[in-house]
């Protein structure tokens, strides 16, 4: 089994950095299909993270590709999917939330993750994995966070609205997304598998640092906490944009391996997390990496690298992997994980 | 306080239902409705937009702003019209093809809004050619698009491309936008202008359009 990443996790120090990009939707490019394809398809998704594991070799996997649409769709929400050869990444219109904001929030439907929308499926992907690459590298289910999940559930604009006007309503959305998450996060963890959690709405790009540690940092803790009395010791957050502001609270959520985006202040994460003894993974720009050189890109790398200062817990990542992205430009970047010496 | 003042205070604020009964007030005693607009709306809506550019506003406090704004605008419009008030101009805005995301664009919208433009919003999910078929039937000056995803971003390329194609490049400036944009990328692309947030967007515009700031 690859330790590297759980090495990291405890800081004890790797070999190396780990290397773990970003791929969700770039799944797909690997077996020549689209997102709305290879997400709908057991075999076609299983096969998908085979390629990504074989020609990326990153120090973990994670089962997902629209990875905030899952349970919002298993609770009743239209999934867009897009056909023929289009590759636009699946998504959830605001127009298409399930909850409007006058009714009550036990009346939405608590979905099974063995029989509701694509939940089994991408439990069966999960499977498949655990089987073939479960003993050589760590497998990760993804799934959304409560913030983000709720978001979908009413409309990611009407939610921000409903914060001011109906604190309560959002707390009780909160509430019943956080249950859906820990009960498909469960299942992951039966099948032998770690999770993630993706919660990008909630960015301080978006929700104030107040609102955050308001409603949305004690729902979180419960879900990381949840998972960690399932048998997941170390419970990754992933919050996009400059999470600088709210890191105090992003490490109070108890998550290991927090993210720490292009935009954030790598110093300042540096300083926090090596004081908490957390790992965090900290991001390539992704914007470039279809108009960049692989030459551009081993360097910019190099030097993301020396801002780690050799701290045992950082992880090498991106922002995530635009479909079509060369193989070449994952490469160098993982080479220079590879040649970078720690101090 | 200046009533006007007052105004831009409560729309500053969110107050919905106390900014519709001011604004209708003002109408009442003989207050123009441009004066409304100008010394009421645009000027909480400038102070919204310093907030925010301050990290003293959020996401949640600024469309409690603009339904505020939203409010007293529809009970201008008949006046503003009757006054034969113009918009500043005319902007397009949309999300480019593939992105289901409209946060961003809507904030913008907002804080243009705020500052007197018209805005036609053709929202998600926009293709190149929903944006052509609108340039030709609104006859903006500025055309604004919005993407949230690396992989969604560049259908800005493609949709300035056809734009170049369908003989309207000349006819639009183009300001792009979104959390994975850049100005490097805007360059890149043969955009006009680039915009890191929803403040700097109506600085920009205004920029494009030679207007003072």
């Known amino acids: 089994m690859n330790k590297r990443l759980e090495q990291a996790l405890t800081c004890e120090g790797s070999d190396r950095v780990p290397f773990l990009p970003a791929i969700y939707e770039h799944k797909a490019w690997f077996v020549g299909e689209t997102p709305s394809r290879v997400c709908r398809d057991v075999g076609l998704f299983t096969t998908a993270v085979f390629a990504e594991y074989e020609r990326v070799q990153p120090d973990a996997l994670t089962v997902g590709i629209d990875v905030y649409n899952v349970e919002a769709e298993a609770v009743g929400c239209r999934v867009t999917y897009y056909g023929g050869d289009d590759t636009s990444i699946p998504a959830i219109a605001p127009e298409d939330a399930v909850f409007q904001g006058s009714e009550d929030v036990a009346s939405l439907r608590m979905p099974d993750p063995r029989r509701d929308g694509r939940m089994p499926l991408t439990l069966e992907v999960a499977r498949n994995v655990m089987k073939v690459l479960g003993r050589e590298v760590p497998i990760r289910g993804a799934v959304s966070g409560p913030f983000s999940m709720a978001a979908h559930l009413v409309g990611p604009e009407h939610l921000f609205m409903l914060t001011v006007t109906h604190p309560h309503l959002v707390k009780d959305l909160i509430a019943f997304s956080a249950e859906v998450i820990k009960r498909y996060g469960r299942a992951f963890i039966d099948l032998g598998c770690s999770v993630v959690i993706f919660d990008s709405q909630a960015s301080p790009e978006l929700l104030s640092p107040q609102m955050y540690r308001d409603i949305v940092l004690a729902p979180t803790q419960g879900v990381v906490r949840y998972f960690q009395q399932c048998g997941v010791p170390h419970v990754p957050l992933i919050i996009g944009g400059n999470t600088t502001k709210i890191l105090d609270s992003y490490l109070e959520t108890e998550a290991n391996n927090i993210l720490c985006d292009a935009k954030a202040d790598a110093g300042q994460f540096l300083e926090k997390c090596s004081k908490a003894r957390r790992a965090f993974r900290r991001n390539l720009d992704s914007a470039d990496f279809l108009q960049t050189t692989p030459e551009e890109l081993h360097r910019h790398t190099l030097k993301s690298l020396e801002e780690s200062q050799g701290y045992a817990g950082f992880i090498l990542g991106t922002g995530v992997v635009p479909y079509g992205t060369p193989l070449a430009q994952l490469t160098a970047i993982r080479e220079a994980t590879r040649e970078y010496q720690r101090g | ?213």
Do not use: C, W
């Open chain 2, 1 to 213: 306080m200046n009533e006007l003042h007052e105004l831009a205070h409560l729309v500053e604020q969110g107050q919905t239902q106390r900014v519709a009964t001011l604004t209708q007030q003002l109408l009442d005693k003989g207050v123009g409705s441009p004066t409304i607009l100008n010394e009421g709306l645009i000027a909480g809506m400038t102070v919204v937009g310093e907030k925010m550019r301050g990290g003293e506003m959020y996401l949640p406090e600024v469309l409690q702003a603009a339904s505020a704004m939203h409010a007293s605008l529809n009970i201008l419009k008949p006046h503003l019209i009757k006054a034969g008030a113009k918009p500043v101009s005319k902007i397009l805005m949309g999300t480019v093809k593939g992105d289901m995301h409209d946060i961003g664009k809507n904030l913008v919208g907002i804080m243009l809004q705020g500052a007197g433009f018209e805005i036609v919003d053709l929202g998600l999910n926009v293709s190149p050619q929903k944006f052509i078929e609108a340039i030709n039937t609104h006859g903006p000056s500025i055309v604004g698009m919005s993407a949230m995803l690396t992989t969604t971003m560049l259908n800005m390329k493609t949709t300035i491309e056809a734009i170049a194609a369908a003989g309207l490049r000349t006819k639009v400036k183009v300001i792009v936008g979104g959390a994975p944009v850049s100005q490097k990328f805007s360059d890149e692309i043969g955009a006009d202008g680039y915009a890191r947030d929803a403040v700097l967007a109506v600085d920009k515009v205004k920029q494009l359009l030679g207007l003072a700031a």
